[in-house]
């Protein structure tokens, strides 16, 4: 979530089966928060798309210098600080970023819509601590073994939310990728937050043969807070 007295800042993060890798160019973009974004190459152009400036592939922006770019729907007279009239009258406004990465001889498209509101309460990324193998934090593996998979985060990074009446800390979706062995669910969530650091429900991982690998996590918070943890593994 991007607050109307905020800023942000967003990077882009290129995998392929060997891990981390360059890439030769990345191009973002702001797009008009009124505008459906179908085909982004044609959809989000012109006066529909504001030019942002990088380095090394990380973006920082705020909702003010959006606002400014895109104001109002054509032909719409724009009031007096637009979002938040807007905001105040019961809108929404999402604002996706496209993100466009040169890479190996294509370019690959990445969009992220972040939702623009009216507060003050700040937000937080939700923040990894580490990766545990049968409850073990380590990056080397037996080829073929079966794993009791857990990541855990930082319990200071999750930020409060209402729920059922009540205020608790939120919920963070974990998405797990890796480039040897099989994972048994793709996805879990980290529920519990009442211990120091609370980790995701158990998860399955069997180790792939003899080699390199990568394991990534995405977390995904309740509150629009998204992190990456990327570790190299050893497999023996």
């Not at 380095?55 to 032909?75: C, E, K, W, Y």
């Not at 480039?179 to 211990?195: F, S």
Request: aromatic share 6%.
């Amino acid at each position: 979530m991007l607050t109307l007295d905020g800023e942000l800042a967003l990077t882009v993060f290129t995998v392929d089966p060997d891990g981390p890798r360059e890439v030769d160019a990345v191009r973002m973009r702001a797009c008009a928060p009124w505008k459906f974004i179908a085909e982004p190459t044609l959809d989000c152009t012109g006066v529909d798309a504001l030019e942002l400036v990088h380095d090394n592939g990380r973006i920082v922006t705020s909702a003010a210098a959006l606002a400014a770019a895109f104001p109002s729907p054509p032909d719409i007279p724009a009031p007096s600080d637009p979002w938040r009239a807007a905001l105040a009258a019961g809108l929404e406004i999402r604002v996706p970023i496209i993100a466009e990465i040169d890479v190996g001889g294509q370019t690959l498209i990445a969009r992220r819509d972040l939702e623009v509101i009216d507060g003050t309460v700040p937000r937080q990324n939700p923040r990894f601590t580490e990766l545990r193998f049968d409850g073990l934090t380590t990056q080397t593996l037996r080829a073929g073994q079966r794993y009791r998979l857990t990541s855990a985060v930082d319990r200071t990074s999750l930020d409060e939310r209402e729920r059922r009446g009540e205020l608790s800390l939120e919920v963070v979706d974990c998405n797990f990728y890796v480039t040897a062995g099989e994972l048994d669910e793709p996805e879990v969530d980290i529920e519990d937050t009442e211990p120091a650091m609370p980790e995701t429900q158990p998860n399955g991982y069997t180790a792939g043969a003899s080699g390199s690998a990568w394991m990534f996590v995405v977390g995904t918070d309740d509150t629009g807070g998204m992190s990456v943890l990327s570790m190299p593994l050893t497999i023996e």
